[in-house]
């Protein structure tokens, strides 16, 4: 069940690029579709809040940017749980809080209560189940880690595509009261995707071996060593400002279709749209990622997926009917998708493979206050001025920057160093591999006499020294 000693890292375990890989890859592909598209799917609920509780938008705003708060801001709670507990474990916790969350949210009588419950609760339960199912899929893959991750990154728009017309629906037959529960009860099916993720285990060895092996030296539960490392510090800066603007198009983009008077299901079907044409943009910038020439230059590929999505979000602030947003929803697609399938590849290339789990909490946690003030200034924003153009336009010009700072900074300061993380990573790791497997370690030597005691004890088994793990040294 994912004690401690399976989560001390990959040290001297080879990813194995496939076999039950795929079935970790199938869960964090429900994770990831439910941590990234719940928050937009449930925008289509804001239209009747805003009736029943007499508030604005920048309030019912504020249910998405908690729970994408919660998503990012308890990054080191997350990394904590996993080096201490494990993977699997912790995520089965959260699928319960995810779960329980939004079965307590429909019987709320106040946005306040939501808040709690929709947004603190049930954020809290798919961070727990976010970073781990990334952390186990880093553990799995590494040659075909950039289709992984984009094939995993997939599961947000299928989802969005889902959710979206689904709670549609649920509004319409049952209210955003039993919406809101029969959704909590779809939450319960990230308890079982964290049950798929099975610990990798380093090659048996005799009993001799195994007692000194599980002395180890703890791992620190959460490494600031990163923030040495320059790359890590501009990419965290560039992520912090980029989800300023990231997450506002699709929260507000049902909203707007509904305020230029078209029906709520024709509104909703917009984020169907950009689901769609998101599912084919990640798996590809997964495989284009992964080219020999374009891997170890990554980081340029997603500055220029996150230009691409500002320039979307500039163009949108145009629209005027409803063909105007559909245009803005493929290209808005096909950018988020880059962005999406690159950002967590990107930054697991930086920090190497040991130093992901607390990487990527920390970044989460410098996100995180980004994340929360972003769809509801943007929601005051709409308030004050009733259009949505400068929403738009405010989110393109945060993601734009983020796009400059996170390439010229590169280009300027870490030049060589983007070009050979990867490579200086793996090698690492498979001169780590190799000692193992050539030389036995300190903690792992068996005795001389005992070997002497043995061959003399058994000898018809001679021929068998040189295989016999229990006696190789």
């Known amino acids: 069940m994912g004690a401690v000693v399976a989560d001390d890292g990959p040290s001297g375990v080879k990813a194995p690029d496939g076999g039950w890989g795929w079935a970790v890859l199938f869960g964090c592909f429900i994770i990831t579709g439910f941590s990234y598209a719940f928050p937009k799917a449930v925008s289509v609920f804001f239209k009747e809040l805003i009736r029943e509780f007499g508030i604005g938008y920048s ?7 908690i729970l994408l ?23 089965l916790v959260g699928g319960l809080f995810a779960s329980v969350g939004m079965v307590i949210a429909s019987f709320c009588t106040s946005i306040v209560q939501i808040y709690l ?31 992984a991750n984009g094939l995993s990154a997939a599961g947000s728009p299928v989802f969005l595509c889902a959710l979206s017309p689904l709670g549609q629906i649920l509004q319409h037959e049952y209210g955003w009261r039993g919406g809101f529960l029969i959704l909590g009860g779809m939450l319960l099916n990230c308890c079982v995707c964290g049950a798929l993720m099975r610990p990798l285990e380093p090659p048996k060895t005799s009993e001799a071996t195994q007692e000194p092996a599980e002395k180890k030296v703890k791992k620190k539960l959460l490494d600031f060593s990163v923030f040495k490392d320059g790359g890590f510090v501009i990419y965290t800066l560039a992520a912090s400002i980029m989800v300023l603007g990231l997450f506002v198009p699709p ?22 749209i950009l689901g769609f044409i998101d599912i084919f943009a ?14 170890p230059r990554c980081v340029y590929l997603f500055s220029f997926a996150m230009i691409f999505n500002g320039f979307t979000d500039l163009m949108g602030s145009m629209s005027v009917d409803y063909g105007g947003l559909v245009v803005f929803c493929i290209f808005f697609g096909i950018s988020y998708g880059m962005v999406g399938a690159l950002q967590f590849e990107v930054l697991m290339a930086i920090v190497g493979t040991q130093k992901f789990s607390s990487a990527i909490g920390l970044v989460l946690l410098a996100e995180a206050m980004a994340v929360l003030i972003g769809p509801p200034s943007a929601g005051k924003l709409l308030d004050a001025t009733g259009r949505y153009m400068f929403v738009f336009i405010i989110a393109g010009i945060e993601v734009t920057t983020s796009a400059l700072v996170l390439a010229l900074g590169n280009f300027f300061c870490i030049k060589k160093k983007t070009e050979e993380p990867h490579t200086k990573e793996a090698a690492a790791e498979r001169e780590e591999l190799n000692k193992s497997e050539d030389k036995t370690p300190e903690d792992a030597k068996v ?14 088994k001679n021929g068998e020294v040189v295989t016999n793990p229990e006696t190789c040294v």
Not at 69 to 91: D, E, H, I, K, Q
């Open 59 to 65: 309030d019912t705003a504020w249910i998405s940017s």
């Open 69 to 91: 708060a919660m998503l990012y801001g308890t990054g080191p709670l997350c990394s904590v749980c996993v080096n201490r507990f494990g993977c699997r474990p912790v995520m």
């Open 117 to 147: 419950t929709a947004g603190v609760i049930t954020g809290l339960g798919l961070a727990l189940n976010f970073q781990p199912s990334l952390i186990m899929l880093n553990r799995y893959f590494d040659k075909r880690r950039p289709l």
């Open 251 to 272: 929260v507000f983009v049902v909203s707007y279709a509904k305020d230029l008077g078209y029906q709520d299901t024709k509104a909703a079907f917009l984020l169907t």
């Open 282 to 295: 990640r798996p590809i910038c997964g495989m284009v990622a992964g080219l020999k020439w374009v891997r």
């Open 447 to 460: 005795d001389s006499i005992e070997v002497e005691q043995f061959l003399k004890d058994e000898p018809e």
